[in-house]
């Protein structure tokens, strides 16, 4: 059954509940600021979506950006599904937006380590904690709701931070898994110049 949009948005301001549309996929939007590069292999998803359908619906912004969903909606248009059920989530900024992404990504734990520690890295930055016209976290209060929102320690939080200060080289041997991330952290914890002097040093040595 296919509810009129406007009826839709009705119900769903009457019960503050969302409510599940389905829409064209051509009108489904990616969203640039996502922070997963690496989309891996879509065939196990195929599989599921052609057995049992789209059990979970795509998460999008008001204008049909996607917040949740870019593999869902990957996967149905090499299947060549044309409708995909959405719920809209209304956003008052590009920066709650991307917030809104890079907390489902993280929740979600889709993302490579390096990936997972850059995305920590921009909520410092989205919630000004650091980056231009930061003061820093004064009182440490902002860094514990980032913690409350990812359902995370603050020390989990901080040391994810810290790893996300590793040099791209680095960064790939701990996603590779060739260091551990203990090891990892110390190493996010020198300065660029170091860190780049270590790249030289043989595996071995290092771990």
């Known amino acids: 059954m296919k509810h009129?949009?406007?009826?839709?948005d009705e119900?769903?301001?009457?019960?503050?509940?969302?409510?599940?549309r389905n829409i064209p996929v051509e009108k489904i939007l990616a969203n640039q600021m996502q922070p997963r590069r690496d989309m891996g292999d879509?065939?196990?998803?195929?599989?599921?979506?052609k057995e049992n359908g789209i059990i979970e619906p795509v998460i999008v912004n008001q204008h049909g950006v996607i917040i949740c969903g870019h593999q869902r909606v990957r996967a149905c248009r090499v299947?060549?599904?044309?409708e995909v059920p959405v719920v809209v989530r209304e956003?008052?900024?590009?920066?709650?937006?991307?917030?809104?992404?890079?907390?489902?990504?993280?929740?979600?734990?889709?993302?490579?380590?390096?990936?997972?520690f850059k995305a920590v890295?921009?909520?410092?930055?989205?919630?000004?904690?650091?980056?231009?016209?930061s003061r820093g976290d004064l009182t440490?209060?902002?860094?514990?709701q980032v913690a409350s929102d990812l359902n995370k320690s603050p020390a989990t939080i901080k040391r994810m931070r810290t790893l996300a200060?590793?040099?791209?080289?680095?960064?790939?041997?701990?996603?590779?898994?060739?260091?551990?991330?203990?090891v990892a952290y110390q190493l996010a914890q020198l300065d660029e110049t170091g860190q780049k002097l270590l790249v030289i040093v043989p595996k071995r040595d290092i771990l």
């Not at 879509?42 to 979506?49: F, T, V």
């Not at 200060?165 to 203990?182: C, N, S, V």
């Open 4 to 8: 009129d949009h406007h009826l839709v």
């Open 165 to 182: 200060d590793l040099i791209p080289p680095l960064a790939a041997m701990l996603d590779a898994g060739e260091i551990t991330q203990a």
């Open 140 to 144: 440490g209060i902002t860094v514990k």
């Open 11 to 20: 119900i769903s301001l009457r019960t503050k509940t969302p409510v599940i």
């Open 42 to 49: 879509l065939k196990e998803l195929m599989n599921s979506i």
């Open 79 to 82: 299947l060549g599904i044309t």
């Open 121 to 133: 890295k921009r909520l410092y930055e989205l919630n000004g904690i650091e980056g231009p016209g």
């Open 91 to 116: 956003v008052a900024s590009d920066e709650e937006h991307e917030t809104l992404l890079i907390e489902e990504n993280l929740r979600r734990r889709q993302l490579l380590p390096s990936e997972s």
